[in-house]
């Protein structure tokens, strides 16, 4: 099976929890993703997530100069985002538990 197709409905979720626990900014979000098992994700997988989140109103994005080069957005949830991440979080859990409740009821049988 390809991981990624079943990462990819996971993501747009775990890329807002980390940003409700205070505002950040792209390339520290890829580095926790990192740090969570999430290896391999570039830009090319994180910035149209971003995009989607910010254009449905569930995260608001701050640009300010750095003075390592070009502009930094920091991104930062809104009360919207929470609501929808609160709804996120609750279907996860419940797809969750079901699957393992199949996977877990499974082993061993053909």
Not at 4 to 25: D, H, P
Request: proline share 4%; aromatic share 10%; charged share 25%.
């Amino acid at each position: 099976m390809d991981a990624s197709q079943l990462m990819k409905g996971v993501l747009e979720g775990c890329v807002l929890a980390l940003i409700a626990k205070g505002e950040t900014y792209g390339y520290e979000i890829l580095t926790q993703l990192s740090e969570h098992g999430f290896e391999g994700l570039g830009e090319g997988t994180l910035y149209p997530i971003l995009t989607r989140l910010d254009k449905n109103g569930f995260i608001a994005c701050r640009k300010t100069k750095s003075p390592y080069g070009p502009i930094r957005k920091y991104y930062s949830i809104t009360p919207e985002g929470e609501e929808h991440l609160a709804l996120f979080r609750e279907s996860y859990e419940k797809i969750s538990a079901c699957a393992q409740s199949i996977l877990k009821d499974s082993e061993g049988k053909e």
